[in-house]
């Protein structure tokens, strides 16, 4: 036992064992930094004032290396962030005039003007983009119609809605289009049909927005459409069938 050797086994970490044994970490911790800076960007971003983005979205929209070289972001930022108070309205037309090119921003915004001036009544209008534009539909609900049972004239609740869409879109260059529909029950005389209605309330609700401020060359289609298009395809005489359809219109299409 005397005899025996004790023998000490050294090993000597390589350059792969380092780097799999540290520097992982390093890339790990400068990702988690990373997302932490970003998320941290969009909290800042949600908390700021819509009027305020507006500002900063314009700033780097026009924003030209080649005129502006020299210059910073940051000797404008009191200029962006000093106003404050500005009315709803302000907001609005800010965030049409620097994205009017936009459907789904004009649609957060007529959802805003909707939300603060017609909360009460705000199951009675539907706002949706589709290819040709975005479209306002204000629809009947039992017991609160748009227009007087079988006629073409509008409502108090009508033409309070009507205005504050008007108040939206006037300064906007967008052609407009209006359309009329009805339910499906049918008239009992020959004389007068839901076409005739349905075209007629397309009609005065385009003399409630010339009235209220829409340039008169701003409208580009009137149409009625009596029953063929249901809002509700299962029941053709649910009330909300009865509605106008006021199109802001985009892109090519817009004058089609």
Do not use: C
Request: glycine share 6%; hydrophobic share 40%; aromatic share 10%.
């Amino acid at each position: 036992m005397k005899d025996e050797k004790v023998i000490i086994k050294k090993i000597k970490k390589g350059h792969h064992d380092e780097f799999h044994g540290g520097s992982w970490k390093v890339a790990y911790a400068d990702f988690v930094t990373a997302m932490m800076a970003f998320f941290l960007l969009l909290w800042l971003i949600t908390m700021i004032s819509p009027e305020k983005r507006a500002r900063v979205a314009d700033y780097f929209k026009n924003f030209s290396i080649f005129q502006q070289s020299g210059s910073s972001f940051m000797d404008k930022s009191t200029q962006m962030f000093d106003e404050s108070g500005a009315s709803a309205s302000k907001v609005d037309y800010e965030l049409t005039k620097n994205f009017g090119q936009s459907p789904e921003v004009f649609k957060a915004v007529m959802k805003k003007a909707i939300e603060e001036k017609l909360n009460d009544v705000k199951d009675q209008i539907m706002v949706d983009v589709f290819e040709g534009g975005v479209r306002i539909q204000l629809m009947d609900k039992e017991g609160r119609p748009m227009f007087e049972v079988g006629s073409a004239n509008p409502t108090p609740l009508a033409l309070r809605i009507l205005q504050v869409i008007t108040d939206t879109i006037k300064d906007m260059p967008n052609p407009v289009a209006i359309e009329g529909h009805t339910d499906a029950l049918a008239y009992k005389t020959v004389n007068y049909s839901n076409w005739e209605l349905s075209t007629e309330r397309a009609l005065a609700a385009r003399k409630v927005l010339e009235k209220d401020g829409l340039g008169h060359s701003r409208i580009s289609r009137i149409a009625g459409y009596a029953d063929t298009v249901p809002l509700i395809k299962n029941d053709k005489f649910d009330p909300r069938n009865r509605r106008i359809s006021i199109i802001l219109m985009y892109g090519p299409k817009s004058r089609g």
